[in-house]
């Protein structure tokens, strides 16, 4: 199994960065992308920003412009540098990504706590 850990979250000012971390571990697989996940109180999971292997990269609507994925020098590492963060931005942040047979790199970790709070 594929362990995924991410780190980095923290209490920061609106206008503030952080810069999220993931890793994952495990058995070896074959990765076609990884991305970010952010789940606020009460509501769904949605897609922050993913990164193909080949190097392309997406983001949702609401970060583009102020965050910015990348992969790491270290195999299968991910980060995420937010800038300009907003309160909206709270919530907590996961890792995951998609194999090269479309299936899920792991289950849901335990993720890491953002919060944009004045």
């Known amino acids: 199994q594929v362990q995924l850990v991410e780190s980095g979250g923290g209490l920061v000012q609106p206008g503030g960065s952080l810069r999220l971390s993931c890793a994952a571990s495990g058995s070896i697989v074959s990765i076609a992308s990884m991305g970010w996940y952010r789940q606020a109180p009460g509501k769904q999971r949605e897609l922050v920003a993913r990164i193909t292997w080949g190097g392309s990269r997406t983001y949702n609507d609401s970060v583009k412009g102020r965050f910015t994925i990348s992969r790491g020098n270290a195999k299968n590492t991910v980060y995420l540098q937010m800038n300009t963060l907003k309160v909206e931005d709270t919530g907590v942040y996961y890792c995951?990504?998609?194999?090269?047979?479309?299936?899920?790199?792991?289950?849901w970790g335990q993720g890491t706590q953002v919060t944009v709070s004045s």
């Open positions: 995951n990504g998609e194999t090269a047979w479309g299936t899920a790199l792991g289950s």
